[in-house]
């Protein structure tokens, strides 16, 4: 079965540096694919960035990007520069197959705050 | 397009009583899907459907129940609620042909108290 892990419950960061949010995952299909969703306070689902079991290259999304390790099961999301408004809960997900009606299954989210 | 739409967006029940939290989306999404949000979980699937009259267990499906009739149209029913089912729920919707990088849309989520 498919499982997704966020080991940091809660992560700081000062204003205009890089922070990483960790994110591994578990799952017996070649195919699949990783996702990243950011929810700020107000509530609502973001989503950030993709990243394809077959991709060669790291996603990167402007201050995103996805920091893919497959033979580790590793999809770790990097946000460069971090600015206030990135303060908020990150959601990584996995959605295990090719066919586009798999589950998508989320971690247990990291929340990143972010210092001036 | 109104993209996700929930309701109720906030409603209180009594353990034991039942109601329909209301689902609907305008992009011809065939996928849907319904999530409960508890702290220090994250999101986890309830039922999801592929399409209109299909649908199939999520993580944690017990004591909820769907069915989709059209493909515009997800209810999530609790058929008798309980202190546990207190939550934020969020209905989802995607495409399920083309990119497979295929971005899931979120509805505003319905808090949902069960005292």
């Known amino acids: 079965a498919q499982k997704i892990t966020q080991t940091q419950p809660g992560m700081f960061v000062q204003e205009k540096e890089a922070v990483t949010l960790d994110c591994t995952y578990d799952?017996?299909?070649?195919?699949?694919?990783l996702f990243w969703y950011k929810q700020p306070s107000s509530g609502e689902m973001i989503f950030l960035i993709y990243q394809g079991s077959y991709d060669e290259q790291n996603a990167t999304e402007g201050r995103y990007s996805l920091n893919f390790q497959k033979a580790r099961k590793s999809a770790n999301l990097v946000i460069s520069a971090s600015q206030l408004g990135d303060s908020a809960m990150y959601f990584c997900?996995?959605?295990?197959?090719?066919?586009?009606?798999?589950?998508?299954?989320f971690g247990q989210g990291t929340e990143l705050s972010v210092k001036p | 397009n109104a993209g996700v739409t929930q309701t109720p967006k906030f409603q209180v029940l009594k353990t034991g009583q039942s109601m329909t939290l209301q689902c609907a989306q305008d992009m011809n999404h065939e996928y849907m899907s319904w999530y409960r949000q508890d702290p220090g979980m994250g999101l986890r699937l309830i039922h999801y459907s592929v399409g209109a009259g299909i649908t199939d267990q999520g993580e944690v499906p017990n004591g909820y129940n769907v069915s989709r009739s059209t493909t515009e149209d997800f209810p999530l029913r609790l058929l008798s609620a309980a202190p546990s089912q207190t939550s934020v729920y969020f209905c989802?919707?995607?495409?399920?042909?083309?990119?497979?990088?295929?971005?899931?849309?979120f509805g505003p989520g319905t808090r949902l108290t069960v005292l």
């Open positions: 799952t017996s299909d070649q195919s699949y694919g």
């Open positions: 989802a919707s995607r495409y399920t042909s083309g990119l497979s990088n295929n971005e899931q849309f």
């Open positions: 997900a996995m959605r295990e197959g090719y066919n586009q009606g798999g589950k998508l299954i």
